[in-house]
């Protein structure tokens, strides 16, 4: 029971003590991580639905350019999801490591802040 309330107790201090901006920083990485997800989701979905012949990079690049848009948190969401995407796509689907290595440079593209225009593909809807 003393262990239980020294702990409580530390806690308290420890929060009294924090530092805000510290703990708002952590907080907005956490939301830009979170929109930034929901960038690549968004970008996927759009590929999917378009379903346009050599349109792919176009929205990796686009998914990633949205998401680091954010922020930190934005970027490091689209990085870890990107690499998980291709870690996946060259040990599944047997694409390949051309496929992988052109995947991942229009993602760190995106990420940098280029132009995903560079990726798109002539006749490619405006809509996207």
């Not at 690549?40 to 346009?52: F, S, T």
């Amino acid at each position: 029971m003393r262990l239980c309330i020294c702990l409580v107790f530390l806690s308290f201090i420890l929060c009294a003590s924090a530092d805000w901006s510290a703990i708002s920083r952590a907080g907005r990485f956490v939301k830009d991580a979170a929109g930034g997800a929901w960038d690549m989701l968004r970008a996927y979905k759009d590929m999917r639905e378009a379903n346009y012949k050599n349109a792919d990079k176009y929205f990796h690049a686009r998914g990633n350019y949205d998401a680091a848009q954010r922020g930190p948190g934005g970027a490091w969401a689209a990085k870890v999801i990107s690499d998980a995407r291709e870690n996946w796509q060259s040990d599944v689907s047997g694409r390949g490591a051309e496929d992988t290595r052109a995947d991942q440079e229009a993602n760190q593209w995106g990420r940098n802040g280029g132009d995903p225009n560079r990726y798109r593909p002539r006749g490619l809807p405006s809509k996207y």
